[in-house]
């Protein structure tokens, strides 16, 4: 029997065998940012102890950021204090902040793949639950706690036992107005918010390999929402073309090298799976959720659960939906494109492709907020800006902005928000009654024109 990618990947970071199943992995690539990380560097200062690998740990500031007036300090006084205890740790430990003042700053997940940083058959942590994203490189990426990160920092080693793997073949051809976005929503919306507990996701198939990296990243990027801490998927020359040229990336021979061992890290085709599930592209509409878990998810022309389990009915209570009914049409408030999930140049592309010449409901808030300064630039580069702040959007800094509101852009009272974020969890965005229905990008685009939760193949000539 061959094994898969996690196996092999695993077996080559082992360092000791520990008690109960566990083993000592050498951890590659470590990413922080400022939310997670204060406490571990206190930690650390408390044992005396120092930075292990500075060169394999890399910063940024994401979460707190505001994405409109980012001149220092900060209005926000703990914000400030976050911001300073990123750069003097940074400073303090020799290890590189990705500022926003170099520009290079952006959400954590979006900053690693553009640096080259994420590469396969690599092992990486972050203390931030959606680092399986970078899994689209076919690297094993997993979100830690501040302890664990405290340990990476310390040992660049953390004490774990391996996941199953459970193979997720997606095949077919995909129907019109369906993204990456639609995908994972109906992955989750199968196997549930727990189907992935205890596994590793390898995303596979022919409508996996199609898609871009962008879309690979969005469709890892959600595993956890579906109970798996790591999600990834195999390596190919799509991947090393994304790779190429990148500031971190491998150069000239070491590429070679590298290529070499990337090939040899994919799943093998007789690797022995703990799971397989298999999905027909075509039973796959334009995705949204209509209640408080990502699981809780349909397609855009299905009618919203009646409330039969208590979950169900909790969830339609706090979204102030009724059951039985269409989505379609639910009137929407807030639209927010952005965060890890859909923040990238090919969202802000797809997105800016079907808003071009349209007007965002006089009703409507709508931010397009760019995952990274590298997306920023690229996309005002392309005059995608214009077209957002033409139509009405605001076009702001890179940060998570309103994916979960840790920073100024919140949603107030019950606003209703159409989000391409990850997350539609009770009080999320900054409200504690604030209502989230997630989407892909050109399905929010369709709820800001519009006004409504909408079809975008009913909106625009796709
Ligand atoms: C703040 C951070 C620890 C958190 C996470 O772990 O994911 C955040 O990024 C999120 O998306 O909820
Ligand atoms: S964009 Fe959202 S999901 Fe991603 S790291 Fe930031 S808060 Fe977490």
Redesign the pocket.
Known sequence: MGKTLFQKVFDRHKIAELKGGKYQLFIGLHLI?E??SPQAFAMLEELGLGVAYPERTFATC??IIPTDNIERPFQDEIAEEMIKAIENNTKKHGIKFFSPENGEQGVVHIVGPEMGLTQPGITMVC????TATHGAFGAIAF?IGTSQVRDVLATQTIAMSPFKVRRIEVNGELNRGVYAKDIILHIIGKLGVNGGIGYAYEFGGSVISALSMEGRMTICNMA?EGGARVGYINPDEKTYDFLKNKPYAPKDEKWDEMISYWESIKSDSDADYDDVVTIDAKEIKPTVTWGINPAQCIGIDEIIPKGDTDGEKEALDYMKLEGGKPIEGTKVDVVFIGS?TNGRIEDFREAARVLKGQKVSSDVTALAVPGSYSVMRQAEKEGLDKIFTEAGFEWRRPG?SM??A?NPDKLEGDQLCAST???NFKG?QGSSSGRTVLMSPVMAVAAAVTGKISDVRKVFDL
């Open positions: 940012h939310v997670t994401d979460h203390g931030d639950s959606h979100g956890i890890c998570c994916c979960l840790m974020s990850n997350r999320r």
